[in-house]
């Protein structure tokens, strides 16, 4: 079972802030005079007065709506995952992806990201299944309020571990990898029987070491494990 991570381990960049940009300058350039607004709120998050999910959530509200048809974010959502598949994967993730695909594993795209959009890169990568982030619905409609907690961290090991329970698998019984960028990924690093840190930063380099585990640099093409 192959867990990788989706923002800087997959993708170049950080996804959410590029699906925002993207979409507010693609579908509704007026809502930039908000980004002030919202740059304020980024700087309460640094300080400490602003949670991670609530800024995600006034992120969402104030840059894309607070309301909006389904319809309407599939499609955004589409043009983005065909944007960030052309021109923002790691060629080292795609080769991993395929290797381990060839090796019979099951690949598992966990990550913080929305739902509404990781999972059309996923399906375009040829992943079908997804832990993320999931928005609130009512009815044909996604709300900016989160349905649960921002799948990171903590959160992100205890939606992988309620995901395999939900699929019927023992962890005692499976054999998992878990790739990431980030320190943030460490309980889903320290969780898995390999732990795979891709394009990590120096603390991050540093942290595999203490771990054990093993450290790539998917921007190379021979960066895969077997």
Request: charged share 20%; proline share 3%; with cysteine.
């Given at each position: 079972m192959c867990f990788y991570d989706l923002d800087r381990t997959v993708t170049r960049f950080p996804t959410w802030s590029w699906f925002l940009a993207r979409t507010i300058l693609r579908y509704c350039p007026w809502r930039i005079v908000l980004v002030p607004f919202v740059m304020l709120v980024a700087i309460g998050r640094a300080v400490g007065w602003v949670s991670r999910d609530r800024i995600k959530e006034v992120m969402h509200g104030v840059l894309i709506g607070?309301?909006?048809?389904?319809?309407?974010?599939?499609?955004?959502?589409?043009?983005?995952?065909?944007?960030?598949?052309?021109?923002?994967?790691?060629?080292?993730?795609?080769?991993?992806?395929?290797?381990?695909?060839?090796a019979?594993?099951?690949?598992?795209?966990?990550?913080?990201?929305?739902?509404?959009?990781?999972?059309?890169?996923?399906?375009?990568?040829?992943?079908?299944?997804?832990?993320?982030?999931?928005?609130?619905?009512?009815?044909?409609?996604i709300t900016h309020r989160l349905a649960g907690a921002n799948v990171y961290g903590e959160a992100k090991l205890a939606a992988v571990s309620a995901w395999l329970s939900g699929q019927g698998f023992a962890r005692e019984d499976l054999l998992v990898r878990f790739y990431s960028d980030h320190a943030s990924d460490a309980?889903?690093?320290?969780?898995?029987?390999?732990?795979?840190?891709?394009?990590?930063?120096?603390?991050?380099?540093?942290?595999?070491?203490?771990?054990?585990?093993?450290?790539?640099?998917?921007?190379?093409?021979?960066a895969v494990v077997a």
């Amino acid at each position: 079972m192959c867990f990788y991570d989706l923002d800087r381990t997959v993708t170049r960049f950080p996804t959410w802030s590029w699906f925002l940009a993207r979409t507010i300058l693609r579908y509704c350039p007026w809502r930039i005079v908000l980004v002030p607004f919202v740059m304020l709120v980024a700087i309460g998050r640094a300080v400490g007065w602003v949670s991670r999910d609530r800024i995600k959530e006034v992120m969402h509200g104030v840059l894309i709506g607070r309301d909006t048809r389904q319809a309407v974010i599939d499609r955004w959502a589409g043009s983005f995952a065909d944007h960030v598949v052309r021109n923002g994967i790691r060629p080292g993730a795609l080769l991993q992806i395929a290797a381990d695909r060839a090796a019979g594993h099951r690949i598992v795209l966990a990550t913080a990201a929305h739902r509404f959009y990781a999972e059309p890169i996923a399906r375009r990568l040829g992943i079908s299944d997804v832990i993320a982030t999931e928005a609130r619905r009512r009815g044909n409609r996604i709300t900016h309020r989160l349905a649960g907690a921002n799948v990171y961290g903590e959160a992100k090991l205890a939606a992988v571990s309620a995901w395999l329970s939900g699929q019927g698998f023992a962890r005692e019984d499976l054999l998992v990898r878990f790739y990431s960028d980030h320190a943030s990924d460490a309980p889903c690093l320290a969780f898995a029987d390999r732990g795979i840190a891709v394009n990590g930063n120096r603390s991050m380099r540093a942290l595999a070491g203490q771990h054990d585990w093993t450290s790539l640099d998917w921007n190379l093409t021979t960066a895969v494990v077997a």
